[in-house]
């Protein structure tokens, strides 16, 4: 019976991996409501259902920090990167709230590269999470960090550019306000991805 009183041991890693998929299905859904004439219904619950899963995920990881003695690496690394992890949900999740909120619709080249330079992000940040599981794949984790932050640099060019571009074109004052805060938004999620990278990188230093 004294099995029942020792704390349990949690695969952080199968969390973690979960975490970033739903980071990923949130790029690709992002994607998607850019690309589309009108934000539908059925497209908004898609990102509010993988928003919720995502939290649910990284509640699970911060619970389990509290029932177990054994991790896989530091706890302030694994409190780290779930919040990490679920800050890129969160942010996606924000930026489609405030489009239907700002009634900002169709197709927009500017969100759309946005949105495809975002997904590249986010599937180096997944592909550096789940090479934390094997200790042999520290280069390919290091070259998804490296992707990640070139990604970050490429955003922050796009997001001078399209701000550039939006108050030298855009004459009503108040589509400014609105586009300025999502163009923002958008490139906060780049941001993001790179604090995962660092997080991802301090682990790999610590291990080696």
């Known amino acids: 019976m004294l099995f029942r009183f020792l704390p ?28 589309q004439n009108v934000l539908d219904d059925a497209s908004l619950l898609k990102m509010h259902n993988i928003e919720h899963q995502g939290d649910d995920v990284a509640h699970t990881i911060l619970d389990s920090l509290n029932k177990t003695f054994i991790t896989p690496f530091d706890r302030e690394d694994i409190h780290a990167l779930a919040k990490e992890l679920d800050d890129i949900t969160d942010m996606l999740y924000t930026i489609v709230n405030r489009m239907k909120v700002y009634k900002v619709a169709g197709s927009n080249k500017n969100l759309i ?21 094997d200790p042999k794949r520290s280069k390919d984790v290091s070259e998804a960090c490296v992707e990640v932050n070139r990604l970050e640099n490429l955003g922050d060019t796009m997001r001078d550019d399209v701000l550039a571009e939006l108050f030298e074109t855009e004459k009503d004052p ?28 301090s682990i790999l230093v610590k291990q080696a």
Do not use: M, P, W
């Open 8 to 35: 349990k041991n949690f695969n952080f890693f199968d969390l973690f991996e979960k975490q970033a998929q739903y980071a990923v299905d949130a790029a690709d859904c992002f994607r998607e409501l850019v690309s």
């Open 113 to 133: 590269e946005f949105s495809s330079v975002i997904s590249e992000s986010v599937r180096a940040v997944s592909r550096a999470v789940k090479g934390l599981r």
């Open 174 to 201: 108040v589509a400014i306000i609105k586009l300025k805060e999502i163009y923002q938004d958008a490139e906060t999620v780049l941001d993001i991805c790179e604090d995962v990278a660092h997080v991802v990188q």
